[in-house]
């Protein structure tokens, strides 16, 4: 079940440069599915299918934003800085994974109590950098006796959870649901054509790893999965994010206003004609938010047609994102019916 697989996925860690963990998991589920896998110098795992000359990249990221150690104090006290694009008040008094030299030490970013604020204190913004974390040590000694030290990479120490109505909630959704849906598809496709599935490093730093790989691989097409923000939940409005969850796949049209992606054509008649073939629902975007590795990949060589086919996600960039299980099913089964085929490039 992609349930199980998703609970794995998300509950591994595998923040931005420090991927290591995540791509065991990968390995692992992939292994006896494809014809190769190999990880190239930046540390995208690269898991391919051989078929005929004709070849298509699906990339998803397998990075998650997180925390990296900046500073720590005499008292044991450990600054962070920012590893992805974090909403500080999101980080306020969580509890966080530091994955030390010796193993993983559990710590809890601090907050001064309520009780203890004055007014102009509430007030105040909540800043990433103003954050600490506390692992229990009283010295900086005791902190590098753990293991930690400047560098040490942290994620957020939150558990995968099944909600109402085939919905799920946990962290890194963002782009955990993006590397279940290639995991799956590998799994299950028959395909006449070269598939390269690339799990990619550092997206949320700049779309690293997909430059790398697909100037490496240089493919016919390619196709980014991740998510996106739908606009059902109350503080967003519709006109300004119109997918929902539980209505499909989302095959996105344009990322970032344009700046970012206008998907090339001929992959967006591709991937609808699938779709309406086969009764898979999906929906459109024209998305004024953030990119995807397709962002990078259509500019790599003389230009390499690219999409996004995406997952609406509630809550990105927190603990607590939201999806719905049935979206990336789907999204699954257009991947396996449209590599039976190709677009007319």
Known sequence: MINDLLRRLSNAHGVTSGEGNIRDVIRQELEGYVDE?????????IATRRGGDFSVMIAAHMDEIGLMAQY????????VAPLGGWFGPVLYSQRVILHGKKGMIRGVIGAKPPHRMNEEERKKEIKVEDL???????SAEEVGDLGIEIGTPITLDREYAELANNRVTGKALDNRVGVAMLIRALQQVESPHTIYGVFTVQEELGLKGAKVSAYSLNPDCAIATDVTIPGDHPGIEKKDASVE???GPVIVLVSASGRGLVA???????????AERN?????LEVGTGGNTDAT???LERGGIPSIPLSVATRYIHSPAEVVDVGDIEAGVRLLVEALKGRPAL
């Open 296 to 298: 990078i990949i259509h």
């Open 245 to 247: 969850m539980g209505k």
């Open 37 to 45: 896998i190999r990880e190239d110098v930046m540390g995208n795992l």
């Open 264 to 274: 090339d054509p001929r992959m967006t008649a591709w991937l609808r004609e699938t």
């Open 279 to 283: 009764g898979i629902p999906y929906q």
């Open 132 to 138: 600490y974390i506390d692992v229990g040590a009283s």
């Open 72 to 79: 720590i104090d005499e008292k044991g006290f450990i600054r």
